[in-house]
């Protein structure tokens, strides 16, 4: 150990030299000049002397003024400066992995060093870090893994947890394990970093833990809500009572001035959706129903209206456009391409900035416009709080966000947006007035913010709870509700009871809420439990291919469009690729078609010809190569993945693992003479969506159908389904263990080698078996 503590002190002596080089030359001196003038700055004495007084220290300040990228910096140096530089690790977590991506980048050039020396970065399934990397950036579902293997973080002596005011269920769980940690460990440090003033719950929450507030400074920004933007348009929108009393409220009257400009196309649509829905009741949820979000609605109108005004209009200055997921970012884009201002590259320079962003183009979102060009960029809320944009003047406020972050994995997929936080509103607005006065366009009345919540609900009482249940068990912790009522704010009682339960039927948990063999790989892929059935499921019964597909289907939006005007032929379209009463098979039969349209690069003609989601069809292209290296981690399948697609072809097959899937999402069909009905065991009669192959059927020669989601609106309506039949069910639904084994594994027997080889049979038999005596025991 002596030599080895010398070996460090000599390397800690290095680092510093090399540091001082840095900072000493022409380059380090002109980003050291940068960094001093950010608001962190000022305060850097202060977060370092309360980080070495204090074992936790909460740190509050706005967007932009320099929280991640130098307090991991303002601690790292200050060990290199006290020759502690080798001995130091600090992991700094972001809740997303393009933050944690591009933050790493820019604090390692900030260092005047390639990333992956002492700055590196670490996310699922990739990274760049090397041995002497002492700071790292990584995603918060990393350090929770990693927790699984190291409870005590040997040899980390700082965690800094970022963006906790989004209180994402992930931070909320890593801040109950740390919480838990901090007494075993006395020498680790705990910095939580919030964008927020609400501060106050955290430092409670840590036993008064200290606030250091970084102050800072943001230029005005003009409102305009729907009313002020139709106005521009030559529309006066205004409250009806104010004009003649009717005694009523949310009357509204739109009367046509005299068009300041020649009216415009979109003027006109835009004018035509308001009157459709007759301007009456000009609610929350009239606007909730016209502002759907696709190519041809009204937001996306405004939008091109907006961007295209401004570029005619306006003085520079770049815009942000915050739209819900980087599928609507994606057909915006298309749309904004064609258009003969916005499309032209020598006007406008049109940037994305989501998650699945290479890292060349990310960059061009932080670079100056060449002169005369404007710069725009469509966004996710990511740039709401985790990645500023200096030079933005004018921001547009879709009003919407996915209530989850974009990764599907992580999170409950198929999401769909919804109304974002008062909060959320102000920080977008605030983006606008970084460096000058700025204009904020939120593209929905008064009325609708004016309902807007003042914060977010956490994500841990929103969410169903089943995947931060089985994290739980996996870290080897007391009880599931034990453990969550010592959250921040503790999901209610019956929410985790009924993710317990769930759990339990799915054969995740045993009766005495131990993992099962089940659970515990399921734990290895970070995705909703019933996804990862189907994934192991798939990879256990050579049957790989199609079942990739369906799951990646099902994590992002339904590829299967259905446009209001065209509902008609877009069902047809789906038909088409339906012969076995399965949404799902629907899905595989048009996946593949798309594969082979995209040899002949002609998978856009494909899509558009056959009503399909283009950006959907790549999303799950790109999911399925995702899951396969998730699956390869699990040891469940070898390198050579291609030995696993030797049933890809059964239909039965496939039936019965997303039967294994979706259990108990199950209702049955109950034939009359011309049609037939549905029922559930909890809702009693159900109906299908009427984009459902099986919508359009008469009759179903199953007796089941399994479904993955159900959506209340009058009644209650059935998304995707498969039909299945008895033995399906029996053998596939529900877990095994809770059964009569014997009895399950005869019949399952005899059904694999009546509809499959008995090779597989025999494999699949003799596997079940081992799962089950692990179980038992
Ligand atoms: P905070 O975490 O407090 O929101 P950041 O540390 O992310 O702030 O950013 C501080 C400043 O650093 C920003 O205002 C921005 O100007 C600059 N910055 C951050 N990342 C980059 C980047 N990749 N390229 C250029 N400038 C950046
Ligand atoms: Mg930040």
Not at 356 to 363: D, H, N, R, Y
Not at 464 to 485: A, G
Request: proline residues 4%; hydrophobic residues 40%.
């Amino acid at each position: 150990t002596a030599i080895m503590e010398k070996i460090l002190w000599r390397r800690s002596l290095q680092l510093h030299a090399q540091q001082q080089a840095w900072q000493e030359s022409l380059e380090g001196r002109g980003i050291l000049e940068f960094r001093q003038s950010l608001p962190a700055y000022k305060e850097k004495d202060a977060i370092l002397t309360a980080i070495l007084q204090n074992q936790v220290l909460i740190i509050s300040g706005e967007t932009g003024c320099g929280k991640t990228t130098q307090i991991p910096q303002f601690i790292l140096e200050s060990e290199i400066d006290f020759v502690r530089g080798a001995v130091c690790n600090i992991i700094c977590t972001q809740p997303r992995r393009i933050s944690a991506m591009s933050v790493s980048e820019r604090v390692a050039s900030e260092r005047g060093e390639k990333l992956g020396e002492s700055v590196g970065y670490k996310v699922r399934l990739e990274g760049m870090r090397g041995k002497e990397t002492r700071l790292l950036f990584c995603t918060t579902g990393i350090l929770l893994r990693r927790l699984l293997i190291d409870r005590n973080l040997k040899g980390v002596t700082h965690i800094i947890v970022d963006e906790i005011h989004e209180r994402g269920i992930n931070e909320d769980f890593l801040l109950i394990v740390l919480k838990d940690l901090l007494p075993r460990r006395p020498e680790l440090k705990l910095i939580l970093m919030s964008a927020s003033l609400d501060a106050e719950l955290f430092s409670s929450y840590f036993g008064g833990a200290p606030l250091i507030h970084i102050p800072g400074f943001t230029h005005p920004v003009r409102i305009h809500f729907l009313e002020n933007i139709l106005e521009m348009m030559g529309y006066r929108l205004t409250p009806y009572n104010q004009i003649d009393d009717y005694g009523q409220e949310r009357m509204w009257k739109m009367s046509k001035q005299a068009p300041r400009k020649r009216k415009s196309q979109i003027a006109s649509a835009v004018e035509d959706a308001l009157r459709a829905a007759d301007f009456k009741d000009f609610s929350p949820q009239t606007w909730e129903s016209l502002s759907c979000w696709n190519p041809d609605c009204i937001g996306f109108n405004l939008i091109e209206y907006l961007l295209s005004y401004i570029c005619e209009n306006e003085r520079p200055g770049a815009v942000l456009v915050f739209v819900t997921g980087w599928d609507d970012i994606s057909s915006l884009k298309d749309k904004l391409q064609s258009h003969p201002i916005l499309g032209d590259p020598n006007r406008v320079s049109l940037l994305t900035c989501h998650g699945f962003l290479a890292s060349s183009e990310q960059k061009l979102i932080f670079e100056e416009p060449k002169d005369g060009v404007r710069k725009i960029v469509l966004t996710t809320n990511i740039a709401e709080t985790s990645i500023t944009i200096n030079d933005v003047v004018f921001v547009l406020d879709c009003g919407k966000a996915k209530e989850t972050s974009y990764d599907a994995l992580n999170n409950t997929p198929c999401l769909l947006p919804s109304w974002i936080s008062k909060v959320s509103a102000q920080q977008r607005r605030g983006r606008a007035g970084r460096v000058e006065p700025g204009e904020c366009y939120h593209l929905y009345p008064r009325c609708v913010y004016d309902a807007f919540a003042e914060y977010q609900l956490p994500e841990i009482l929103r969410t169903p709870l089943q995947s931060l249940c089985l994290q739980i068990k996996s870290l080897k912790l007391e009880s599931i509700s034990e453990f969550l009522s010592r959250a921040l704010q503790s999901p209610e009682l019956l929410a985790v009871q009924n993710a317990v339960e769930y759990l339990k039927i799915i054969g995740a948990l045993d009766e005495s809420e131990n993992l099962t063999i089940l659970g515990r790989y399921l734990t290895m892929l970070p995705m909703e439990p019933k996804l990862g059935k189907m994934l192991i499921l798939g990879a256990i019964l050579n049957c790989l291919d199609p079942v990739l597909t369906v799951v990646a289907g099902l994590s992002v939006r339904d590829p299967f469009l259905t446009p209001l005007d065209k509902k008609d032929l877009a069902e047809t379209a789906k038909l088409q690729f339906s012969r076995d009463y399965s949404d799902h098979l629907a899905l595989v039969r048009a996946y593949e078609g798309w594969k082979e349209a995209e040899k002949d690069l002609a998978g856009y003609d494909y899509c558009w010809k056959n009503f399909l989601s283009a950006q959907s069809m790549k999303a799950i292209d790109s999911l399925r190569v995702e899951f396969l290296s998730l699956l390869k981690g699990t040891g469940l399948i070898d390198g050579n993945a291609t030995s696993c697609n030797t049933w890809s072809y059964d239909q039965h097959l496939i039936r019965a693992i997303i039967c294994y899937g979706l259990y108990p999402g199950i209702c049955s069909v109950v034939h009359n003479e011309k049609s037939f009905s549905l029922k559930t065991m909890e809702d009693g009669p159900v109906l299908l969506y009427s984009n459902s192959v099986n919508a359009r059927e008469s009759r179903i020669p199953y007796p089941w159908l399994v479904f993955n989601e159900k959506i209340k609106v009058n009644s209650i309506f059935l998304r995707d389904s498969t039909a299945v039949s008895d033995s399906v069910l029996l053998l596939f639904g529900g877990s095994i263990s809770r059964g009569n084994v014997d009895g399950h594994l005869k019949m399952l027997g005899g059904y694999l080698e009546f509809f499959m080889q008995p090779a597989i049979a025999e494999k699949f038999q003799s596997l079940r078996r081992e799962f089950d005596e692990l179980i038992q025991n």
